[in-house]
């Protein structure tokens, strides 16, 4: 197959690339006397109480992560890290790290032009290959000599080692690690590339490798003002047990692979440890491979996974006193593609262009077969495919399915055509690399131009006749159209069909009408549908109707819900859920609807908290805003005249709200027959909200009040009221009544006990949010569509009075 070839390949070059390397043995060479200073400014107060000097000739040294200059100070992002540890990121050295000195004391040995050496003693001394030293000057470059001291009495020396300045040398082992002033206590992230400590090498001499490493003299012998500071040492351990040196696996199926390598020259193996992973971290030490004792230089692995990555170390069984090697480098090779009984495939870890995922095949001549990031139905990306009519369509080749003549099984995908109506072409092919042996299975229809109608998504049962070797290919008719598809499955012929072509309408505040369509089998038990407040489908079952169209009580205005069917084809066989989501209208979306204000003698007194979320815009004509002729999603309240005839009615904002500009109209008459007595668009006080001030009105007479949204695309809450200040106290107060509602806690249907009196009875949540109006009420009021919990149950009373009681439903 194409694609499985050219990782076939791409694992054989990686692992030969890594062939010619020996495997290092780096190891820290922990320091246990010789420095004399401490530049690392650590822990909580003044840098100069946690350092001795400057690491350079002005007022500098290196900081710690952890430093602050008070506990309250913001903690900083770069700096020496706490743990001392620095990771090299000298190419040369992958896995070379060293071990700094106690950040809280003594942690460089640093040299000037009075003080021009020092020795540095190791905690453990070590034989070595190759020592590495971590250091950097301050102020300006330095030259030193290292003296290698052995514990038999012997040295060697290395002269000439330049050590950059801090600021800008090459060779750097860490960069980025910033500096702070002794004098000012000013930071300095220097870009996040200063200060650098720098990595050098010295070379342990052939005839002194099996030696110990005791210590190293340190000699400056430049003259210039830079002052050398020497941090911490490592070493490539010497051993007698080399690893091997990996050799191109040279099998690879869809199950396993054959490894292979070559034995070191200069080690006598017993036999081989190997360890595997899909993980590339290097084992250690401790790590026991899983394949060991291997007298050989080769080994298979079986039991892999297919098309995957993996990555594998080989370390020497030796036979003498050192034991085992460290382990090599990595080797890395990816399985074969192989048979699968399922697959789900929406191209989103895949970039845009000609490349198919993993284990398809591309058949391609002329026109256009790509993955496109132009309007999938999930996520990122989906397949394109487009050709002329005298251009050869392309094959689009899937995986190899063990289970695709079980008839079992279908292939399902959404798709779409860039102008209606389409054909594309589901099939299989014998050979996935010769598009010739394509055979169509279904011809797919595609009516859709997009992947939000009501039937963006098509299957093909694959019968039991197509050839066991076949594999399924989707194949675009070459007429100049351009074909989508996304959201490939293949999985097993469900028992019980879902329901298709599910839709919402005739929403209002408290219930929307859910429709679909049968599918091909229609479910002998009829459907079961449901409701949530999340887009997760429902655990449990549904009620059960038979037809394809039910009206859904919603608890809630200005609230969304996911709406759920699903076919009952038995009483334990049922199919998947199909949802579709819709939100409810505001309760005073009509003009015929509104939420009554009670008039105060400010803004504060009696303001409605309202909403835009769930209105839609009036197709009542009359319901002009001659102020402003923009205005969305409107709302609807009414207000009666006080005796003065005179009033005002504002809007204002909520906190967090996105609403922030209102349209008010206000008229007399009634719905359908309105005349405009006020219309503002920006005069209150609360930036671009409404204020209109009415005089001259009918005592008693009833307002009606239209609030637009000055917005097509926020939606929210704000505010409105309607005020008079020469209202009276006793006319705005509220009057409490001896009325009683009961039961309270109640089940579906509260009782008032004094109802002849009562004009309006209001429900609200305790958000503000309005729930239910009853105009007229009787003396028992049925609450069953709202959910368990505290409500605010406001009775208006015919001689302007109010009164508001809690009630809790069960």
Known sequence: MKINLFFGFASLALAMSSSGLIAQNYQTMPVSSGYNEDVIANGVGPSLNSTSTILDGDSFVFVARDFKLTSGSTAITYGVPTDGIINSVVASTPGLSYQLGNLSASNSLRLSNTNLTGTLAFTVPKAATKLYMLSTSGSAASTLTVTVNFSDGTNQQAAGIAVPDWYGGADFAITGLGRISRITDALDAAGGTNPRMYQAAISIDAANQTKLIQSVTITKTSTTNGFPNVFAFSADAYSDCAPPVLQAPPAITSTGATVAWAASASTQAASYGVYYSTSATTPTSATTPQLNNITGTSTPIAGLASNTIYYYWVKTNCSNATGQSVWSFSGTFKTACGPVTSLSENFDSYGTGTTLPDCWVRNFVNGTMSISGTTPASGTRNIYQTNTSSQTPSTVVLPEFSNINAGTHWLKLKARVSAATGTLNVGYVTNPTDASTFVLIQALSIANTNYTSTNPEYTVIVPSSVPANARLAVRNTADGKGYYWDDVVWEAVPSCFPPTAVTTSIVTANSATLSWAAPSSAPASGYEYAYTTTNTAPTGSGTSISGTSVIISLPSPSTTYYLWVRSKCTTTDVSIWIGSTVSTKAINDE????????????????????????????????????????????????????????????????????????????????????????????????????????????????????????????????????????????????????????????????????????????????????????????????????????????????????????????
Not at 601 to 617: M, Q, W, Y
Not at 687 to 715: D, E, H, K, M, R
Not at 726 to 742: F, G
Request: a negative charge; charged letters at 15%; proline letters at 4%.
């Open 591 to 810: 003009c015929s609807a509104p939420v009554i204000i009670t008039p105060g003698a400010t803004f504060g007194n009696n303001p409605v908290v309202a909403t835009t979320v769930g209105a839609s815009s009036t197709s009542d004509t009359t319901a002009t805003h001659t102020c402003q002729g923009t205005g969305y999603n409107d709302t609807w309240y009414s207000v009666v005249v006080p005796a003065s005839g005179t009033l005002t009615i504002e809007t204002q904002s909520v906190s967090g709200s996105s609403v922030s500009d209102t349209v008010v109209g206000v008229y007399t008459g009634s719905c359908g027959s309105l005349t405009q007595v006020g219309c503002d668009d920006d005069s209150s006080t609360d930036g671009n909200f409404s204020f209109v001030s009415l005089t001259g009105q009918t005592p008693g007479a009833t307002l009606l009040i239209g609030v637009w949204n000055y917005s097509n695309s926020t939606n929210g809450q704000f505010r409105i009221s309607a005020y008079d200040a020469t209202l009276a106290t006793s006319e705005v107060s509220t009057v409490k009544k001896d009325i009683k509602v009961y039961p309270n806690p109640f089940n579906d249907t509260v009782n008032i006990s004094e109802f002849k009196d009562i004009k309006t009875v209001k429900v609200t949540d305790v958000a503000g949010r309005t729930l239910k109006v009853i105009e007229n009420p009787t003396k028992e009021i049925n609450l069953s569509t709202l959910n368990s919990g505290l409500y605010l149950i406001t009775m208006y009373f015919k001689d302007g009075s109010q009164n508001t009681v809690k009630a809790i439903k069960k």
